[in-house]
Every structure is written in structure tokens, then in C-alpha cells.
């Protein structure tokens, strides 16, 4: 399907994020999603920071199945934090990406997912979701004229 890559989300100050790290209570719903049902919470991210190209269900699946392993789980829930942090220009390092997952995945879950809200992003619509939202107002097409032409 036609992507529209001009999606990006509302602008922030570069490097600053919108939300603190253990903000959870500012979004209850997202925080108990994440508490309940991490790897919906990873898909989601998933599907919006790879703008549709990454499946919702698939990537939590995979983070489902690697929530078995010691470090499979941090490591693909850092991933998609990592890609968000640079798209947007963010503090952080890769580095203190994957500590944050590894020792608090919950509040890492939870900021990513609020920092996607913030910059205007209906997380739970998907990428899909989101562009046809961003193009509801955008006429598609030659305009119909009644009648023909005519001098």
C-alpha cells in the first residue's frame, strides 16, 4: 500500500524527551498495557518507529517468544527505543538504551510508547492508521468538473 512518509509526528525540542523515564502514572493505560501485555506494547512501538513496515503482531510475537531467553527481550525492545531516539534526536546512548531495558524494561516500554503519543502519534492505530489520519483533510486526485469545458 501506498506509504506516506511524511508522517513524523509533532516537533519537540531536539534532545529532550517529553516524558521522564518512571512517568508511568502520567498514562495509566499504557502503563498497565505494558504491565499486562508487553509485547503488544513492543509492536506497536514497532510498527510506528519502522513507519509500517514492521508488523504489529509479528514483532510481538517475536518479543513474546524471546521474553524466554536471558537478554532476548531488552535487546528487541532496545532496538526499536534506540531507532525512535535517533529519529527524533534524543539524550541517550545506545548503551544506556539496553540498561534501561534490561534492569527497568516496564518504564522503558512506557516512555517510548508516551513519546510517540506526545509527538501526535494514535499509538494503538498503527502506521496505517496514523498516515490515513495525517491525509483526511488532503484532497486526492484532479478536481471533477460537471458539464465538460466550456468557452
Not at 37 to 60: K, L, M, N
Not at 85 to 107: A, I, M, P, T, V
Not at 135 to 145: D, H, Q
Request: glycine share 12%.
Amino acid at each position: 500500500m501506498g506509504r506516506v512518509m511524511e508522517v513524523k509526528g509533532k516537533p519537540q525540542a531536539d534532545g529532550e524527551w517529553s516524558t521522564g523515564f518512571c512517568g508511568c502514572c502520567s498514562d495509566c493505560s499504557s502503563c498497565c498495557l505494558t504491565c499486562w501485555c508487553p509485547c503488544i506494547t513492543v509492536g506497536r512501538i514497532a510498527e510506528i518507529v519502522d513507519q509500517g513496515s514492521s508488523s504489529c503482531c509479528a514483532t510481538g510475537a517475536v518479543y513474546m517468544l524471546s521474553m524466554y531467553t536471558v537478554f532476548g527481550s531488552a535487546c528487541i525492545s532496545c532496538k526499536y527505543r534506540t531507532k525512535m531516539r535517533k529519529q527524533y534526536n534524543l539524550k541517550g546512548s545506545e548503551c544506556g538504551d539496553y540498561l534501561k531495558h534490561f534492569f527497568c524494561e516496564l518504564c522503558a516500554l512506557t516512555q517510548t510508547y508516551r513519546e510517540l503519543t506526545k509527538r501526535g502519534f494514535d499509538v494503538p492505530l498503527g502506521w496505517d492508521g496514523n498516515v490515513a489520519r495525517h491525509n483526511a483533510g488532503v484532497a486526492m486526485g484532479a478536481p471533477v468538473v460537471e458539464g465538460g469545458m466550456r468557452r
